[in-house]
């Protein structure tokens, strides 16, 4: 497994390290910058990281499923913090999707 750098606020680093956060949606570019073939694990700060492809939220659980693993807290957070993700949630565009374990 190669280690891969993923770009995250603090915020989310922390959900990470805390393991509220257990997976990530991210752009075409980014995933690129990643560098993860679908089905591929890397390590990013201590955690294995599967690449899921490019997906439909409908196609990975569905909305509260994703909701829950990337650490969003029902009662904080009425909105995810990035546009792509509304959309992803609101199954208009696939989002490339990354999950995590120790």
């Not at 891969?4 to 991210?26: C, M, Y």
């Not at 993860?36 to 955690?47: C, H, M, P, Q, V």
């Amino acid at each position: 497994m190669k280690n891969i750098h993923i770009d995250f606020t603090e915020e989310n680093l922390k959900l990470l390290t805390v393991g509220k956060k257990t997976s990530t949606l991210r752009s075409d570019s980014q995933a690129a910058k990643i560098g993860l073939n679908k089905g591929e694990i890397g390590i990013f700060k201590g955690f294995k990281v599967e690449y899921k492809g490019l997906v439909y939220v409908d196609e990975v659980g569905g909305k509260t499923e994703i909701w829950k693993s990337e650490g969003f807290d029902f009662t904080e957070r009425k909105k995810p913090m990035f546009e792509s993700t509304v959309k992803f949630l609101e199954g208009k565009i696939p989002l490339h999707l990354y999950f995590f374990r120790k």
